[in-house]
């Protein structure tokens, strides 16, 4: 019995049926290029809607949150990314996790990509009022002077979540700073560790999928990419979830960056096995 591939049509009905669960009344790929490259605007939602959002392994929820990590840490793409802001709150997200995961492009894009995923997120949020949850504070601790007692204290909650994270892989990477750049050791504990992940707006998890989707995206952070592998099976991930996150971003970072990423896994789990 021969098993046929599904055919062109179907894809493209698929992809059409979870574009609108995503993008709502927003105009499609297909409205937006059709005069000048259809089949760009076919292929568009054939592939990323009907072959890939259709993947079992993470959520919708999910694939959104890591989509605006890696547009937003990718710095080139305002439309898509307040697109796929606004696709990540019609699938149920709160603006609460979309700002955290874009405060969070800012360990690994810099302030610049996460102050521009700030307001393409505040447009957004202005087109869509009855969006669930208002985009409330952050509640991490307060940061304290480098001279007072609270700084030895961020430094200390850095050390203690940079151990539940990355585990042995984050304690790598800062001793290796120790003979050149001892300082930026210690900013990525206080500053990274100790005030960015201490907010509960997303857990752990959920930030350490975000920090392998920007990673594979930008395409030049293999060993940090290799880190937050490690990181997001720390804290809960599967090894499934982890390659389909990477899958995903075929999409939207190019087939080389998935490639990439999927080699970057396999040592991971190569490793891990091992130990």
């Known amino acids: 019995m021969s098993h046929a591939h599904p055919t062109a049509p179907s894809r493209l009905s698929e992809g059409l049926d979870v574009l609108k669960v995503i993008g709502g009344s927003a105009p499609t790929p297909l409205e937006a290029v059709s005069d000048i490259a259809p089949d760009l605007a076919r292929y568009a939602v054939e592939f990323a809607y009907g072959d890939l959002y259709t993947r079992p392994g993470l959520t919708l929820p999910q694939r959104q949150l890591a989509t605006v990590a ?96 990355d585990g042995h892989s984050g304690q790598q990477v800062v001793d290796s700073l120790n003979d050149i750049a001892p300082e930026l050791g210690r900013y990525l504990i206080e500053f990274v560790f100790g005030d960015v992940y201490q907010s509960t707006g997303i857990d752990l998890k959920t930030r350490e999928m975000a920090s392998v989707a920007m990673c594979t995206a930008l ?45 970057a896994a396999r040592e991971v789990f190569a490793a891990r096995d091992a130990a």
Do not use: K, W
Not at 89 to 94: E, Q, R, S
Not at 95 to 100: A, D, L, M, T, W
Not at 108 to 134: C, D, K, S, W
Not at 230 to 247: D, K, P, S, W
């Open 70 to 165: 890696a547009l937003a840490a990718l710095g080139n793409a305002e439309p898509q990314l307040r697109f796929h802001i606004a696709g990540a709150l019609n699938v149920g997200c709160t603006r609460r996790e979309v700002v955290e995961v874009l405060m969070h492009t800012l360990v690994y894009a810099g302030f610049p990509a996460a102050l521009n995923g700030i307001t393409a997120a505040r447009a957004v949020f202005a087109e869509h009022p009855a969006a669930p949850g208002p985009p409330e504070a952050s509640d991490a601790p307060a940061a304290s002077g480098p001279a007072t007692a609270g700084a030895s204290e961020r430094f200390a909650r850095g050390l203690r979540a940079l151990s539940e994270v």
């Open 219 to 263: 395409g030049t952070a293999g060993p940090q990419l290799r880190v937050h592998i490690h990181g997001f099976l720390n804290t809960g991930g599967t090894r499934e979830e982890a390659v389909e996150v990477i899958t995903h971003l075929a999409a939207y970072a190019g087939f080389p960056a998935a490639l990439n990423g999927s080699t």
